[in-house]
């Protein structure tokens, strides 16, 4: 079964006409037709019903279509690692997983791809750790970085960076100019969180330094910028690492957490038996990044 006769058959299912079809493949009409009857000749089995005037499915069409979307993507997949074997890594992708420093690990990838001859460099935002994982496994992915180490029997993980947690809250909060800020006075200001995890991760250590009171109402902001942004309008406050504080953010005060331990950690997870040596630059890259110093102010 050609795999060219597959992968028309589902841009054809999925414009349900032979018309838009061929013009999205670039081939002429009836040669994409006559690939479509062999390819259900070679099956035994109507994929198209074209006794009605519009183009449709038939319930085999249905599963073949379904069932072939997931065969081919694989396919492609395993074509691509093959080759990435075969050429000695000539592509990089890199993940980032809900990690504050996201700008920043982007814009380093991004100086190395730059600068190096060794391979094209890509990178992804993943939603979560689990999926950086996964990527990892199937060779999706090359390097990932997230707040969590994710290390196992397959991968690694190195913590690159690990600071505390500072408060950042309006300059005309109430208590932010006395000598030994106590965290009672935001216990009824709204929290800003800026992703889907940071609830998960700082809760617990929140509740501790709360005395088990936790703030009134979490707000959620779409990137740490945007938290610093609403906290400066006195919308409330928020939790950042310590290298944001140099962000000039008009109207925000940063504070350290008094009596609590709380701190963000940044992990570089990679296959321990990746060999490429185009993966291996880009790590001592990055960790060289790291040993200088995060400071962010623009």
């Not at 599963?63 to 890594?89: P, W």
């Not at 920043?104 to 890509?122: D, H, L, S």
Request: aromatic share 8%; proline share 3%; glycine share 6%.
């Amino acid at each position: 079964m050609e795999l060219r006769r597959l992968r028309y058959f589902l841009v054809v299912a999925e414009e349900l006409s032979f018309t838009r079809a061929s013009r999205k493949l670039a081939i002429a009409q009836p040669p994409l037709s006559r690939q479509i009857q062999r390819l259900e000749e070679e099956l035994g089995v109507r994929l198209l019903d074209r006794t009605t005037r519009n183009l449709r499915l038939t319930d085999a069409g249905h599963f073949f279509k379904e069932r072939m979307t997931g065969i081919l993507r694989t396919t492609d997949s395993v074509v691509k690692t093959t080759r990435q074997i075969a050429g000695g890594g000539r592509c990089i992708d890199v993940g980032i997983a809900t990690c504050s420093l996201y700008d920043q690990i982007a814009g380093f990838v991004q100086i190395f791809g730059a600068q190096t001859m060794e391979a094209a460099v890509k990178t992804v935002f993943q939603d979560s750790v689990a999926l950086q994982l996964e990527g990892l496994r199937t060779r999706e992915i090359h390097i990932g970085f997230s707040c969590q180490s994710v290390q196992d029997d397959v991968i690694a993980s190195e913590l690159l960076l690990e600071e505390p947690l500072l408060i950042a809250a309006s300059a005309c909060h109430p208590g932010v100019d006395d000598a030994f800020i106590g965290l009672r006075i935001f216990r009824e200001t709204p929290l800003i969180l800026y992703s889907r995890e940071d609830l998960l991760r700082y809760d617990e250590r929140i509740a501790v330094c709360f005395a088990k009171r936790q703030p009134v109402v979490h707000l959620h902001a779409r990137n740490v910028r945007e938290a610093l942004q609403m906290a400066g309008k006195g919308i409330g406050f928020t939790l950042v690492p310590e290298s944001f504080s140099g962000l000039p953010i008009e109207g925000v005060v940063y504070r350290s957490i008094p009596g609590a331990r709380m701190s963000v950690q940044v992990f570089i997870n990679y296959r321990k038996h990746d060999r490429s040596p185009a993966v291996a630059s880009l790590r001592d890259f990055i960790r060289k990044k790291f040993e200088v110093g995060i400071t962010i102010n623009s």
